[in-house]
């Protein structure tokens, strides 16, 4: 998947693409503050660099697309309602710009945070 062959050549979608688009989506939803990394290699290297894609996760499995993100709600927001908005802006977003089928979009929340109130 992510690979489609026309008359004029090939076009190759990566992995990096997808997860940028979905990061771009993400920070555009209401209630999520932040990415969380996937794992503590992940979390060591994303403090070391600023990638984008550091709390997603973009897997092929055949011509199916299924997408994990890590996220950081805001305290005292509806979790439920803040996990099925990014899922559904992520599908939105991911779908339009490729115009390919997502299979799935899974949203583990990693934490909470409680804002600054001054």
């Known amino acids: 998947m992510g690979e489609e062959n026309t008359s004029l050549g090939g076009i190759h979608i990566s992995p990096n693409a997808i997860s940028t688009i979905a990061y771009y989506a993400i920070l555009q939803s209401y209630g999520v503050v ?16 600023r990638e984008p894609s550091r709390g997603i996760s973009v897997h092929y499995k055949g011509d199916q697309i299924d997408i994990d993100i890590h996220i950081i709600v805001e305290y005292g927001t509806r979790i439920n309602s803040v996990a099925v908005s990014v899922a559904n802006a992520v599908r939105f977003q991911v779908e339009k710009a490729l115009g390919l089928h997502i299979n799935s979009v899974n949203v583990h929340v990693a934490g909470l945070r409680i804002s600054n109130t001054d």
């Open 34 to 49: 932040g990415l969380a990394p996937k794992n503590l290699a992940d979390g060591i290297v994303s403090s070391i660099t």
